[in-house]
């Protein structure tokens, strides 16, 4: 064990990932479906071997910057850990090619859940398993580092949650690497590890097939949103099935939901929680307004009727309002009714909104984050208290004033960047002969790793398949940049980070 801990942790993560590929080669053994549990078990062999060869050459390397080490094995972990994570798959598959299956994995282990298969059927179970584990991974590496290599830095949403308090930490923890990693991988494991086990109960008990339901369990604690069955449209848990996963989704709003030692607490300070408020504001006023716009015309027709699908278009509106905003991507099945209610020609532009906001600081959720978001609401109504009041003096503390002030400043400065980011990646896009309105739509999807956004465009979108290469490439490093966030992609490029 103490020989592990000196290992690199890239290669510790490769060496996760092999053992990870054991769990297909089992469930194809399960079904006798030989080959792709050979091919698993082969390439688990394989990598777990080379992993080896690999940290104990390097084992005794001393790290003379962590901060700047910690950066640069967070980028690289997630656009260089999915080539090894795709290999069975283009063995298993090879009309897919390497390059889309190195697409369809960092989509998976970035919790984005852009898929090429338009068709679920086509590949087996044992390959959608090896999908939603690599996302379930995925999503977990993202709270494990966002604790103990963000944090520290104060970057990825921590540098607004510094600002609320009165005193500023003044840097990094002086804490050992491992030990951070390993304090954060007990704190969040058994949370992490218990509410998937236990939603996916629950889904069974609903009527969900258990191979299914493990998988929607999986993509809704890493909000990868990957299905089997092509979302929820094709569970068999119903109504029931979508309240659970709902409930679920609340857990990518607060980060602090995750403790399972703090947890009692944590549910009783939630309404406290700023995040928390935004999240309800946003999930009841927008179905709301979906559903009000045309109420009176829907009164004239049948009450009786009209009252059934008012009820099922709020209830749409209300899953993917919350589906949405923490960048999950499942669509609920009375989506259909709450766009025909609501009248608007065009609602999936409310669900790019959504994803755009984003989810809470230190989930597996993207986008710009509601602590952003929140933090730029407080200082606009105190710029318009100043408008009538010029000479007010903001209230509430100085831990208050701090937030209103450096941490509105911090997130003016992320959501620039953020939005320069998407007319960026629309730009290149639109370079390879793809429409404006897609290639927006793309940028936006993959920028805040909200895979089946893109399909949001309804009749006018494509599938992912039908992209071509060079717009996957594009799409993979967007991915990356919306995982790990443009401000520590900047953090790494400060001089102090290279300095002894």
Do not use: C
């Not at 999503?139 to 609320?164: C, D, H, K, S, W």
């Not at 494991?189 to 609903?206: E, M």
């Not at 939630?270 to 709301?288: A, H, R, Y």
Request: aromatic residues 10%.
């Amino acid at each position: 064990m103490n020989s592990l801990r000196q290992y690199p942790l890239f290669v510790l993560l490769m060496m996760i990932g092999a053992l990870a590929m054991l769990v297909p080669a089992a469930h194809a053994a399960r079904q006798e479906d030989w080959l792709i549990a050979r091919v698993f078990f082969q390439y688990s062999l394989l990598i777990m071997a080379f992993s080896v060869m690999v940290g104990t050459a390097m084992m005794n390397r001393t790290i003379r910057n962590v901060s700047r080490a910690n950066l640069i094995t967070l980028i690289l972990s997630f656009a260089l850990l999915p080539v090894f994570l795709a290999l069975p798959f283009s063995e298993l598959l090879p009309t897919l090619g390497f390059r889309r299956a190195y697409f369809e994995m960092l989509s998976s282990f970035t919790t984005t859940g852009a898929t090429l298969f338009n068709d679920p059927f086509r590949i087996s179970e044992s390959l959608h398993l090896w999908r939603g584990v690599v996302g379930w991974l995925g999503g977990f590496f993202m709270l494990v580092a966002a604790m103990a290599i963000l944090e520290p830095l104060n970057v990825g949403g921590y540098e607004i949650r510094e600002t609320m308090t009165a005193e500023p930490k003044g840097g990094a923890q002086k804490v050992a690497n491992d030990v951070r990693i390993l304090r954060a991988i007990r704190v969040l494991g058994p949370a992490y590890f218990a509410f998937t086990a236990l939603l996916a109960l629950v889904l069974i008990f609903s009527g969900e097939r258990v191979f299914i339901a493990v998988i929607h369990a999986m993509g809704t604690l890493a909000t990868s949103a990957i299905s089997p069955v092509s979302g929820i449209g094709g569970a068999q848990s119903g109504i029931m099935g979508e309240v659970w996963i709902a409930l679920f989704l609340l857990l990518a709003v607060s980060s602090r939901l995750m403790n399972l030692a703090t947890f009692p607490a944590t549910v009783r300070n939630l309404p406290k929680d700023p995040e928390f408020q935004l999240t309800m504001l946003v999930v009841i006023g927008i179905p709301l307004f979906l559903f009000i716009r045309h109420w009176l015309a829907a009164l004239e027709v049948d009450a009786g009727e009209n009252a059934l699908a008012g009820l099922g278009a709020i209830w749409g509106g209300m899953f993917n309002t919350i589906s949405f905003l923490t960048t999950t991507g499942f669509v609920s099945t009375h989506w259909h009714e709450a766009q025909s209610w609501s009248g608007l020609r065009a609602p999936g532009i409310l669900l790019f909104g959504l994803a755009v906001m984003g989810g809470g600081v230190a989930t597996t959720a993207g986008g710009i984050k509601l602590l952003r978001i929140y933090s730029l609401y407080r200082h606009g109504t105190r710029e318009m208290e100043r408008l009538l009041h010029p000479h007010s003096v903001g209230r509430s503390g100085v831990s208050t004033r701090r937030f209103r002030r450096q941490g509105a400043e911090l997130a003016w400065v992320f959501l620039m960047l953020f939005l320069m980011s998407i007319v960026g990646v629309a730009l290149a896009l639109s370079l390879l002969g793809i429409e404006f309105e897609s290639s927006f739509a793309l940028a936006i999807a993959s920028l805040t790793n909200t895979g089946p956004l893109y399909m949001a465009l309804g009749e006018n979108a494509a599938h992912y398949t039908d992209l071509p290469d060079a717009a996957l490439d594009i799409l993979s490093a967007a991915m990356v940049l919306g995982r790990v966030e443009t401000l520590a992609l900047i953090a790494l490029l400060n001089p102090d980070y290279w300095r002894q």
